[in-house]
């Protein structure tokens, strides 16, 4: 028994030893990995959540709040004489601060179709298409030149205003970040700290003018409008109907904006308490940044993508054939670039991975909005090397939408069109043929399932009618058949019998 034991132990060490990998077979499988593996490239871009542009965004705010604070100082003949020089250098280092954040803005990277766009190129292209590329451009304008040339134009620097829109997004950074308790705990900090706290503070003449034409705007924006008293009983008359068109006009269109306020605000603010919930739960589970700002960003998209409108309502809500007019519209420009318009797969947003077997050699490629996959899987041929079966997997690259073409669907169309049918299948021969998925040199072949399942079930049907009418006929052919040879029959019969009577007679007269 031992022996036995000893052998066999024997036995399973020489297969270890011989599946062991040689260096060789270490160093292809090396090779071969380098070369699967896709080439390192390191990510320049800026994370908008990431604490160096939240860093950023101070900075870039500071000097967006000095400039509209201080706008209004060339309108003051003090400020204007004095300190040209002055404002003039530290508008220079806003402005540089404003360039450096446009490239800031170039790099910085977003979300598609749930997938991370990281490349310069499509970053670029996405800031420079946006509004805000324009008001940046609108607010580094070097208008602050012609102070130096004329210094009583004051309205010079009013390109400022473009860049409000930076104190926005800042707002929304902090409501983002700070949770509602801690803002509260803020709150109370502060009400703790400035209760009864009085001070008496000396203000210049300077301030006392700049605070008087803050009140004076304002006294000038309130009493717009006035007019005198009216005097006749038509003057009156007309007051009394235009106060009355005016309320009931400004109550409508308060009332309408009140409506669009109060709805965006429970909006708001139920996707804000989900939220918070959501950055609670994170926080308390100690989750990495990484991992935290991917699940918001996750919740934020999957939350855009709710509120859209579905295009499976459309679908029910139109009949059949205009939404086949309506896709027709929408997807003839796509089809008609190809040679075969025939794919399986037609990307309509997003991105999809076509990722090849192991025996293909192809490396996986991706697809984008407008292209179409699966060239070679309609028309199947008896002489296909891969006996008519997909080689490639199809995958998701985040958020996707793809359409989808059926066999069935494609041969019903071209039931009716029996050209068109063989003109495409000759020409998904010759790309199956392109792809080395059928020999170049084989020439004898047959199509398979050419047609649909009903067109081949109408075919079988007329080949039993066809069969059934042959039966019939030559059923018919046998009953007129069998009569004739009955009646020939019976006239033979009849001959017979008259013969044999006759002979009868002629015996029975001899005897007599």
């Excluded at 805000?132 to 009583?152: E, K, Q, R, Y």
Aim: aromatic share 12%.
């Amino acid at each position: 028994m031992s022996m036995v034991n000893q052998a066999r132990r024997n036995s399973i060490r020489s297969r270890i030893r011989d599946h062991e990998p040689n260096e060789l077979d270490i160093e292809n499988q090396y090779e071969r990995s380098v070369r699967e593996s896709e080439p390192f490239i390191y990510d320049t871009s800026v994370n908008p959540k990431g604490t160096m542009y939240w860093q950023w965004s101070i900075l870039v705010s500071s000097a967006c709040l000095y400039n509209l604070i201080f706008i209004s100082l060339p309108a003051f003949e003090e400020t204007r004489i004095s300190t040209d020089s002055k404002w003039l250098s530290y508008n220079l280092v806003a402005d540089i601060i404003y360039l450096i954040d446009m490239f800031v803005q170039c790099k910085k990277n977003f979300y598609e179709s749930g997938c991370l766009v990281t490349d310069f190129h499509d970053t670029r292209i996405n800031y420079v298409y946006s509004s805000g590329f324009a008001m940046d451009l609108v607010s580094i304008c070097p208008t602050d030149l012609i102070l130096l040339v004329d210094n009583n134009f004051p309205l010079c620097s009013c390109q400022y205003f473009c860049i409000i829109i930076i104190f926005h997004q800042y707002y929304e950074m902090m409501n983002e970040t700070y949770y509602d308790e801690e803002r509260e705990e803020n709150i109370y900090v502060l009400l703790d700290y400035w209760i009864n706290k009085t001070a008496i503070m000396e203000f210049s003449d300077f301030i006392k003018k700049y605070m008087l034409s803050m009140y004076w705007s304002s006294m000038t924006m309130t009493t717009l409008g006035e007019q005198p008293s009216p005097n006749l009983t038509i003057q009156n008359l007309l007051e009394i109907v235009d106060t009355i068109f005016g309320l009931i006009l400004f109550a409508g269109i308060m009332g309408s904006i009140a409506d669009l306020v109060e709805n965006a605000n429970r909006e708001k603010q139920e996707w804000q308490m989900v939220l918070d919930g959501l950055k609670q739960y994170v926080k308390y589970r100690d989750l990495e940044n990484h991992l935290i700002s991917k699940i918001v960003m996750e919740y934020c998209e999957f939350e855009i993508s709710r509120l859209e409108f579905k295009e499976t309502l459309v679908k029910s809500a139109l009949p059949q054939t205009l939404y086949l007019k309506v896709c027709k519209q929408l997807n003839w420009k796509i089809l008609a670039n190809h040679p075969l318009f025939q794919e399986m797969f037609l990307v309509s947003r997003g991105s999809v991975k076509v990722v090849y077997s192991d025996l293909d050699e192809r490396k996986p490629k991706v697809c984008k909005e407008g292209d179409l996959v699966g060239a070679d899987g309609l028309f199947w041929f008896s002489d296909n090397s891969l006996e008519n079966r997909r080689n490639y997997t199809i995958v998701s690259v985040g958020y996707s939408e793809v359409y989808v073409l059926h066999r069935d669907n494609f041969f019903k169309v071209l039931r009716d069109y029996p050209y068109e049918r063989e003109r495409l299948r000759k020409k998904a021969r010759e790309i199956q043929k392109d792809l080395g998925e059928i020999p170049i040199d084989s020439r004898r072949y047959t199509s398979v399932e050419e047609t649909s399942f009903e067109e081949r079930m109408l075919r079988t049907k007329f080949q039993i009618d066809r069969i059934q009418a042959d039966i019939d006929a030559q059923y018919k052919k046998f009953i007129e058949s069998s009569n004739s040879m009955k009646r020939r029959v019976f006239k033979l019969e009849r001959q017979c019998n008259n013969l044999i009577r006759d002979e009868s007679l002629s015996e029975i007269i001899e005897t007599t």
